[in-house]
């Protein structure tokens, strides 16, 4: 770690629930890789948090590996950050029931995607891990005092329970944890990147279908169909046809915010290069394949050494248990629990 006292923390979180995507990548990950070298940063692969929903477990052990194999390919360094799986710290768990009793039920209730999740699989056999789900969040985060959390728009909510959380234990049990803030990619910037069939929901992990997926391991060919393939809309070709605006022009905005956050600029700027979708998809794909090829080059190549990889996880565990369990007794203490 590079990290001095002065520096600032960071630390984000990825499920290991399938493959990581564009979305993910735009909206957090190549922030990830930026952040090391400005910041303090810990990373982790949530797999607790993968519990939360139903799931094979020899697919979660495999998921948890390929994930952290995928996030040292997009360039996270063992020498610049620290990067371990979340279940290995066993002060996760610890804390977050700490702070499960100081959280209400008409809080957590309120987060939307509770909501979303548990509508899916109906409100009486949704987990209740998954209303807990974001106290686990809250943990992740408070037990290394960090500063920032770089995060995707979905995520917004789950940072301000966090900051709520410490927040009122900091009022209630004494000065105990740093009050954390969200570092959200500027609109426009990838913070919320769309399903490229539905582009009014938010591209993610666990879709129905794979269709409006681009998945970080999908090849050229599979890259290209899936754009070629985005919804767009019926207006005719001609100037104006291709503009940012997300409300009347989901699909095209979308593929327009793609295309500035691979490759830098504004959307509405870039916008006024195109007037037909075709030129448009085109370009989105090959910025898409561009960004992509060297990620995929030194995934396959962590992949065939999941030694390797496991080593980077071992001795991330270690380093990040020791600042865990400072912070966990301080926590421990201020609640009242007794010293060991
Ligand atoms: P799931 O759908 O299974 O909940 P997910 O695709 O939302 O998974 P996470 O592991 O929950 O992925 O998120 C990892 C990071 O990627 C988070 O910071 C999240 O905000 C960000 N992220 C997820 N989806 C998008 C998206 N469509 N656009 C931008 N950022 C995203
Ligand atoms: N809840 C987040 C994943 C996540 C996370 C974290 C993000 C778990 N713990 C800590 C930032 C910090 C999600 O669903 N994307």
Redesign the pocket.
Known sequence: MTGTSTTKTVL?G??P??GA?L??Y???LRWWVDFQDRYNAYYCVVDLHALTVPGEPEELRRSTLDMAALLLACGLDPDRCTLFVQSHVRQHAELAWLLQCTASMGELGRMTQFKDKAAKVGYESARAGLFTYPVLMAADILLYDTDVVP?????RQHLELTRDLAQRWNARYGQTFTVPGAAIPPAGG????MDLQEPER?????ATSDAGVVYLSDDPGALQRKIKRAVTDLDPPGPGAVRWDREAKPGVSNLLELLAALRGGDPAELAKDYESYGPLKADVAAAAIEALGPVQERYRTLQADPSAVLDVLRHGAAQASAKAEETLERARRAVGLLAR
């Open positions: 984000s990825i499920q629930t399938g995507h979305g993910n735009l909206g957090a995060v995707g728009d979905d995520q990838g913070a919320r990147i938010k591209m993610s992990k666990s």
